[in-house]
């Protein structure tokens, strides 16, 4: 059973901190990681997307990847309210398979 | 620009009345996957279309069927609905390349979502 786990927060960090989001996957082979903000009643948008040990940065945004610990995060900084939202983590499987699993997502709270 | 269209946005229906929701997309996927979502949960695949080729989830109730008449149009079925099908229900696409057994899909794209109650 494919896994990616994520804790399901609320995380509240104040406005201009560093909010930290983490996910854990079981599929050692998996080779692409995605994180997807979700506003609630909305649907999916992705932010982030990383292939290769190490870190990528967008803007605010760095998704930071370590496969030997199988472990992906998302780290935004300078946090503003307006990042308050459902983080999803989502990876594909391995050995051809093109579908992600989901974790259930974690809550940010950013407070003024 | 819209790339994936979901109508209707918001579908009320009764018991047991069967509903379609329709998405489609201007980005020529070969991909299209229904997501069932419910509060605080994860969205769920009931299904996915690989072009043409219909791939059911083992646990999607015979409920829900879904058709794809060409690549741009996928529509969902839910026959008869129960209180327990009320959710978001998510289309999304991607463009997914390679050999059978390196298939690597690309991001994928959400449409905005119809929110199903059922009274």
């Known amino acids: 059973q494919k896994e990616v786990e994520q804790n399901s927060g609320p995380l509240s960090v104040p406005e201009g901190a560093i909010a930290s989001l983490n996910c854990t996957y079981s599929d050692r082979g998996s080779q692409s990681f995605f994180w997807y903000r979700q506003y609630s009643g909305k649907s999916p948008e992705l932010i982030m997307f990383i292939y290769s040990n190490g870190d990528k940065e967008d803007g605010r945004f760095t998704a930071q990847l370590n496969k030997a610990s199988q472990y992906v995060s998302l780290l935004i900084r300078d946090s503003q309210p307006s990042d308050s939202a459902t983080y999803l983590c989502a990876v594909p499987s391995a050995g051809g398979s093109y579908i992600p699993t989901f974790g259930r997502g974690t809550s940010l709270i950013v407070h003024p | 620009d819209a790339m994936v269209i979901q109508n209707p946005r918001y579908q009320v229906t009764q018991f047991g009345k069967p509903v379609t929701l329709s998405c489609s997309q201007t980005?020529?996927?070969?991909?299209m996957y229904w997501y069932q979502q419910k509060s605080s949960q994860a969205p769920k695949l009931l299904f996915h279309y690989y072009d043409k080729d219909f791939n059911n989830e083992a646990d999607t109730p015979d409920n829900f069927q879904s058709r794809r008449p060409n690549t741009s149009f996928c529509f969902l079925d839910i026959r008869s609905p129960g209180l327990g099908d009320a959710a978001m229900y998510l289309c999304?696409?991607?463009?997914?390349?390679?050999?059978?057994?390196?298939?690597?899909?690309?991001?994928?794209?959400f449409g905005p979502g119809t929110r199903l109650t059922v009274l």
């Open positions: 980005l020529n996927h070969n991909v």
């Open positions: 999304a696409t991607s463009r997914v390349a390679g050999l059978a057994a390196t298939k690597v899909a690309d991001t994928q794209y």
